[in-house]
């Protein structure tokens, strides 16, 4: 079975500072590790994937994460945060021989970048 | 720029009425397509998976006859929400994947649509 977990519910950080939103998963196999950002009232927005290859994957808007398989974790950050990073993250994970099988996503965790 | 478009965005409604909500890919075709429940501050619950031209597949206590899904195109996926009551008051976002259901792909996900029950 696959399962997610976003070990922080909130998560605040001052503008200008890294942050850190926390993922780990389990899953048999491998795993395909995603990042969504949802903004109030709106769908998910892809941030970034895990497939294979390098463990430090760049997305979008600067955000960054590194697949670390002896933790089974998926840590997103990034160098600098933004107001308007503000939002709520969700991490979800797929098993490669899992085709045709949805995603499963973590309970979220709502970022807070403070001015 | 969006690749799925979900309409209408906000329904508010009285008890008893039902409700439909269009999930359509834009650019191309999806044969599946995944219909999500989120109450506020949670996560996505899986509700059902919609195949084109299938009978969709639903999660475990999701009453299908409930909320009623058609996939009749490869372009347009609906939930109906048959007799709405108070507690069907939720936001429902559909999904799908560019490439079908390749699983290295993300799925892209609607805007959602804000369903209130009077």
């Known amino acids: 079975a696959q399962s997610v977990a976003q070990p922080e519910d909130q998560v605040n950080v001052a503008e200008g500072n890294p942050l850190t939103v926390k993922c780990t998963y389990s899953v048999s196999g491998n795993p395909y590790l995603f990042w969504y950002v949802q903004y109030p009232n709106r769908g998910l927005q892809f941030l970034l994937k895990y497939i294979t290859g390098d463990n430090l994957v760049k997305g979008s808007y600067g955000f960054e994460a590194e697949f670390n398989k002896s933790q089974t974790s998926f840590h997103l950050k990034k160098p600098s945060a933004l107001v308007s990073d503000s939002a709520l993250y969700f991490c979800?994970?797929?098993?490669?021989?899992?085709?045709?099988?949805?995603?499963?996503f973590g309970p979220g965790t709502r970022l807070s970048v403070l001015p | 720029g969006a690749v799925v478009s979900q309409h209408p965005s906000w329904v508010i409604c009285k008890s008893g009425t039902s409700v439909k909500i269009e999930c359509r890919s834009l650019?191309?075709?999806?044969?599946?397509m995944f219909w999500y429940r989120q109450f506020p501050k949670q996560s996505l619950m899986l509700m059902a998976t919609?195949?084109?031209?299938?009978?969709?597949?639903?999660e475990q206590g999701v009453e299908k006859d409930k909320f009623l899904i058609n996939h009749a195109s490869l372009t347009l996926s609906t939930l109906t929400v048959t007799s709405a009551h108070p507690e069907d008051s939720s936001f429902y976002i559909c999904?799908?994947?560019?490439?079908?259901?390749?699983?290295?792909?993300?799925?892209?996900f609607g805007d959602g649509t804000r369903l209130s029950i009077l």
């Open positions: 999904s799908t994947t560019r490439t079908g259901i390749s699983s290295n792909q993300p799925q892209h």
């Open positions: 979800a994970v797929r098993a490669s021989d899992n085709y045709g099988q949805n995603f499963v």
């Open positions: 650019d191309f075709q999806a044969t599946t």
């Open positions: 919609s195949n084109e031209g299938s009978k969709a597949t639903y």
